[in-house]
């Protein structure tokens, strides 16, 4: 069993920078592949970026060059940088994992809000 907590989000402005966090506990943290989704209001919820344990990225093209994602295994924790933010970024934003070998996200985060004001 994992638990996933967010934190980082809140009110910025458009071009402004933000990262999340998502303090991970449970037992090997190291071997989830991680991801950060977003749901906006009245819109379906979608992938943002994920990492493998291995590091290895992927984004969504609406993201590629502003977001970055990263993990520290050590402290169990993964990272959203987020830069040149826009207003449709807006959304609730959660972490979830899943083992490398499992196709579906198992184990879900509670989200933390990101508005981006114009």
């Known amino acids: 069993q994992v638990q996933l907590v967010e934190s980082g989000g809140g009110l910025v402005q458009a071009e402004d920078s933000l990262r999340l966090s998502c303090a991970a506990s449970g037992r090997a943290f190291s071997v989830y592949t991680m991801g950060w989704f977003r749901q906006a209001p009245g819109k379906e919820r979608e992938l943002v970026a994920a990492?493998?344990?291995?590091?290895?990225?992927n984004y969504a093209d609406s993201v590629k060059g502003r977001f970055t994602i990263s993990r520290d295994n050590a402290k169990n924790t993964v990272y959203l940088q987020m830069n040149s933010l826009k207003p449709e970024d807006t959304a609730v934003y959660y972490c979830?994992?899943?083992?490398?070998?499992?196709?579906?996200?198992?184990?879900w985060g509670q989200g933390t809000q990101v508005t981006v004001s114009s």
């Open positions: 990492i493998t344990s291995g590091g290895s990225t």
């Open positions: 979830a994992a899943r083992r490398e070998w499992v196709f579906a996200y198992e184990y």
